[in-house]
């Protein structure tokens, strides 16, 4: 039958007045690196420490949107909007933008972080660019 779960009261024990916001900010940073993904179909962001350690992420997905308009730059702005929350919550004051991908949904995404009030430090276009080309096809044999 599984076992018997044992329900605590809001009053009952130790640290139960903390609230998830308050489990969040105890993680400080002061600079941070925000990677920004934007593809045809989405836009993902994610808060990370010069190290590569994740922090917090968002996406327009997971923003509320569905379907084709979690490709629009409004939703990517919105995504932005809550990465950029959490990111003033743990104490971020300056940070590094990297930027992958060709989706229509990366001008605003930067707009929006820039209009929080971050020092930017730096802005890399980290988009794969093509270079050299593929072997031309040989005439078939008959």
Known sequence: ???????????????????????????????AIVHIRSTYNNTLLTLTDEKGNVFSSASAGRSGFSGSKKGTPYAASKAAEILADHALQMGVTEIAIRVNGVGSGRESAI????????????????????????????P???
């Open 140 to 142: 078939r044999r008959v």
């Open 1 to 31: 039958m599984g076992k018997k779960r044992v329900i605590k009261k809001a009053g009952d024990g130790e640290g139960s007045s903390q609230t998830a916001s308050s489990r969040s900010s105890k993680k400080r940073l002061t600079s």
């Open 111 to 138: 707009r929006t972080i820039g209009q929080k009030g971050f020092a930017i430090h730096s802005l890399k276009d980290l988009t794969p660019v093509p270079h050299g080309f593929m072997k031309a096809e040989k």
